[in-house]
């Protein structure tokens, strides 16, 4: 027998699952991690209102701070940084980003973490609803500006805070839909900061110009970076030729592994929503800090 094979009785066996023969509409179930726990206690959350920002000038929005009930300010935490703010942060939506945290922490899964929630801006003065948001152009933009923008402007008044470890290894970001393309960049342009990011059906297919990282994966240096990614069957324009938010992910995908990156891609079913994310954020953050 093939020395990779093992024997049934030496492997975990996964629960079966039937496959659902319609994709369009599947729901996961969340997994306990995904709600309050007897016995684990709820950390702090502090809410910032970010109004002066150097890179980009004009825009307001709120930051979210959440510190696990077991940080020791005697002991440097790890940080993850969460894009759309609120909706990563909601306890009654999908993903439910700080209570994951403290059943993780709480329960020794991963190291304590702080979690750092930042909503993309808004033009406060400006009345159009479509011109009012500026998260399109912070998240889909490849340049290194709003990973500076996080890394000079929101953490340094986080560290100012609390107690937030140098160490880049114990550093992820994290990001759905245009989040999730961001999560990538800012991975990307900022390794000696940031070495694990999750990257949620990710819109690389409407990043302006292309999506660049297929063919720019295997001509750049190997960057010392840990990448989950989730995609979905029926993503946006799934079946498309053009702009095809499962084939971009596909792509990303296949570049990592070609180019011998340390990743992991997790496809369900499914449309572009975060039900699939918000149920694999806790073993997400567990296989960045395995």
């Not at 049934?8 to 496959?19: C, G, N, Q, S, V």
């Not at 560290?159 to 990538?184: H, I, K, T, Y």
């Not at 070609?258 to 990743?263: I, L, M, T």
């Amino acid at each position: 027998m093939d020395e990779g094979f093992r024997s049934t009785a030496e492997r975990a066996l996964e629960p079966y699952i039937p496959l659902p023969l319609d994709q369009d509409d599947v729901r996961y179930e969340h997994g306990p991690d995904s709600s309050r726990r007897p016995g684990v206690p709820t950390g702090t959350t502090v809410e910032l209102p970010w109004d002066n920002s150097t890179a980009y000038p004009g825009t307001s929005r709120k930051v979210w701070i959440h510190v696990p009930a077991a940080y020791d300010p005697a002991q440097p935490a790890g940080l993850v940084v969460f894009q759309d703010g609120w909706w990563y942060l909601d306890p009654d939506g999908d993903v439910r980003g700080a209570i994951v945290l403290d059943n993780l922490v709480h329960h020794g899964d991963i190291p304590v973490t702080i979690g750092v929630f930042v909503d993309p801006g808004v033009f406060e003065d400006v009345e159009d609803p479509d011109q009012r948001k500026n998260r399109n152009a912070e998240y889909d933009a490849f340049d290194a500006r709003y990973g500076e923008f996080l890394v000079e402007e929101i953490l340094p008044e986080v560290r100012r805070r609390f107690a937030v470890s140098d160490d880049p290894e114990r550093w992820a970001v994290v990001g759905g839909s245009s989040g999730g393309n961001c999560a990538f960049t800012v991975a990307w342009h900022h390794p000696d900061r940031f070495r694990r990011a999750v990257c949620f059906l990710s819109s690389f297919a409407q990043m302006p110009g292309g999506n660049p990282y297929p063919a720019l994966i295997p001509e750049a240096p190997r960057k010392p970076l840990r990448i989950l990614m989730q995609a979905g069957h029926r993503d946006l324009r799934w079946n498309e030729p053009d702009r095809n938010w499962l084939a971009e992910n596909l792509r990303v995908a296949a570049a990592l592994a070609e180019a011998g990156y340390d990743f992991r891609l997790v496809l369900g079913d499914g449309g572009h929503n975060p039900n699939h994310a918000g149920v694999l954020l806790p073993d997400a953050l567990r296989w960045l800090w395995r």
